[in-house]
């Protein structure tokens, strides 16, 4: 969840770390800091953003050519200058960073304490980077190999980076549970949480897998090896993305340019995987075990927030296209109830990062028990990615923005594609209808771009609810995830509390809280339960709420009884949550942007969850 970058060649150290932390602070604005070596060890941190780390250095004095940066989201300790990265060991000699949680530095901090060394800050990470100070004392080792004993002593998740002021000519990285990729460069090294402070500089990376270290020299040598001390070759890979790509593109904000990205990132997630014209759907991924799949009980998806979402929708679009039983789980509940997972089962792990620590860990529990795990993510080379026995990426391209937008669109299109497939091979859907649906889709996105042109009147909307204290989104069918997509963008990013209903369940309690200053959103594009939300919106307007309606273009009934109509084109019902999810993005970011709140980087929030 924390930022971490570190460079080691011939140029000036510091303006790459500074421009890499600013890349990388959608993954944590709590504090940001970095350590240099330029004959002394030099370090510099601040609470607050990367902004605010600028003030208190000054770069014509510093002219060093190895450092490590860093940017967090605080998990041990409140966001405070003692607390943000890098942290020394209590010689002087060690600067480490950190992405993750040591989950037993209670216990070696006692210990440590015991042998006389002091702890300046609230941190796990100081524990660690002390541990690794006295193993090399102790053990009279080198750095590399006395962090890989300490790490074979720590419990947790981690990517960590160390600065060696007795060997200024290399750098020390791990990883377990965290992502950590090196950059490749002429003589030079770039190690970074993601490839986004890469880019620029090179597209030769290499991803560091779980439980491994790198040993990174100035003279353009590097090594991998595993904690078990086995020396590991690596495939260098090539980053597909661009530098445009990561920045705001003329957009005020990241999350407002990915909002508009939508229509193309549907196509490319669905580019060269079906074909309308021709009758056909191909996910190479799928085809590999696709026996297996279509011989399977039930599927299980899993995943966390937004994701969860997605899956939600997934498990509407499985069960009624391909008629296999799905169930949906938090990844962060499913690991620890004792789930009963069976080698007939097929696990469908979804996650925009790749990272998740929690849908890794289910998907480990899964792999376990024998069961298919078929990954949808977005960051090539992720760690979901390399679990799943298959999988397919969304081809989203990179999402800066915290509060996801464009991943729950491409996650959508890429499970729909998984269903309409599924439903082919088992013949659980007409051709007929397979074609429809298949046309629809390659042209949804041209419907997407529709919606999309309605902003300035969903900003007209959100002028008028800016101040409201709650909301509430509710919808059928395809629609209720919707609603609790649409819940949680505005609870992220506008601090208004927002809850998602079914909207027939809103008689089972939250009808109790609607009054004249309750606006009440509702999904009504449903042709199947039309007259029931109908229903629902008449209860709402009986009790005074004030509606603002999602509608088909044309809708006259509901328009009789809403306060606001959002009109957006019709499509098939299955693939509504693909153009009914806009405007929610829209109000939620409009509300926000009036609140004065930060869209992009939302309080106590970070992109990628990477720690329990």
């Known amino acids: 969840m924390c930022g971490i970058v570190g460079y080691i060649g011939n140029k000036e150290a510091y303006p790459i770390l500074i421009k890499g932390l600013k890349r990388l602070e959608y993954r944590g604005y709590d504090s940001a800091g970095i350590a240099l070596i330029d004959g002394n060890m030099t370090i510099f941190k601040k609470a607050g953003k990367v902004n ?30 003692r607390n943000a990265h890098p942290h020394l060991s209590n010689s002087g000699d060690l600067a480490i960073i950190h992405n993750g949680i040591i989950e037993n530095y209670s216990s070696i901090k006692e210990e440590l304490t015991k042998r006389g060394y002091k702890f ?22 080198t750095l590399d190999n006395a962090v890989r004993i300490a790490l074979n002593e720590v419990v947790g998740a981690y990517a960590i980076v160390i600065l060696n002021l007795k060997n200024p000519d290399q750098l020390v990285a791990a990883r377990k549970g965290s992502p950590l990729v090196i950059g490749i460069g002429d003589d030079e090294f770039y ?14 990376v290499v991803y560091l897998d779980d439980q491994e270290y790198a040993v990174i020299n100035r003279d353009g040598n590097y090594s991998i090896r595993t904690l078990g001390n086995v020396e590991k070759s690596h495939e260098i890979q090539k980053l597909e993305f661009s530098l445009e790509l990561i920045e705001k593109g003329g957009f005020e904000h990241f999350m407002l340019k990915e909002i508009y990205e939508q229509p193309k990132a549907i196509e490319d997630s669905l580019r060269g995987r079906m074909s309308a014209s021709q009758g ?23 995943a966390c927030g937004t994701s969860w979402h997605s899956s939600l929708i997934g498990e509407y679009l499985i069960e009624d296209l391909a008629r296999i039983p799905v169930e949906v789980e938090y990844a962060s509940e499913f690991r620890y109830r004792n789930p009963i997972i ?37 960051v090539i080379g992720s760690s979901i990615a390399r679990a799943s026995h298959a999988g397919s990426y969304t081809h989203a391209g990179p999402e800066i923005g915290v509060a996801s937008t464009k991943a729950f669109s491409t996650q959508i299109s890429i499970i729909t594609l998984i269903a309409l497939q599924i439903a082919v091979v088992k ?67 506008s601090y208004i509390h927002a809850e998602g209903y079914p ?34 919106v008449q209860e709402v307007k009986a009790r005074k709420g ?28 299955i693939l509504s949550p693909l153009i009914t999810i806009v405007p929610l993005q829209l109000l939620a970011y409009h509300i926000a942007i009036m609140r004065g709140c930060n869209v992009d980087q939302p309080r106590n929030l970070a992109k990628s969850v990477t720690v329990e």
């Open 52 to 81: 605010d780390l600028e003030t208190i250095v000054d770069p014509d004095k510093i002219a060093a050519t190895i450092g490590i940066g860093h940017t967090r989201w605080a998990t041990h300790g409140e966001p405070n200058d």
């Open 191 to 204: 190690i970074a949480s993601d490839a986004s402070p890469i880019i620029e500089y090179t597209k030769n």
């Open 503 to 536: 909207a027939a369940e809103m008689k089972h309690g939250p009808i109790a809280l609607i009054d004249e200053n309750m606006p009440v959103v509702f999904l009504a594009t449903n042709k199947s339960a039309y007259d029931k939300i109908v229903s629902n």
């Open 120 to 141: 300046h800050s609230d941190t796990d990470t100081e524990v660690l980077v002390n541990l690794i100070e006295e193993v090399q004392k102790t053990e009279k080792t």
């Open 546 to 573: 004030r509606i603002i309606a999602v509608v088909h273009k044309g809708d006259t009934q509901i328009r009789a009884l809403a306060d606001h109509i959002i009109e957006v084109p019709e499509t098939e019902e």
């Open 342 to 378: 069976k080698e007939t089962d097929v696990v469908i792990a979804i996650s925009q990062s790749g990272e998740t620590a929690d849908t890794l860990a289910a998907i480990d529990l899964a792999k376990d028990r024998q069961a298919l795990i078929y990954g949808i993510c977005n």
């Open 280 to 302: 056909w759907i191909k996910l190479g991924g799928l085809n590999e075990y696709i026996n297996r799949i279509d011989n399977a009980d039930r599927f299980i998806i899993t």
């Open 427 to 493: 013949g659980t859907i007409p051709t007929s209808k397979f074609r429809e649906i298949l046309y629809e889709l390659e042209n949804i996105s041209s419907k997407i771009e529709e919606t999309l042109a309605l902003d300035a009147q969903i900003k007209e909307i959100a002028a008028i609810y800016k101040d409201a204290t709650n909301f509430l989104y509710l919808g059928r069918g395809y629609n209720f995830p919707v609603a609790l997509e649409g819940a949680l963008k505005l609870k992220e990013i």
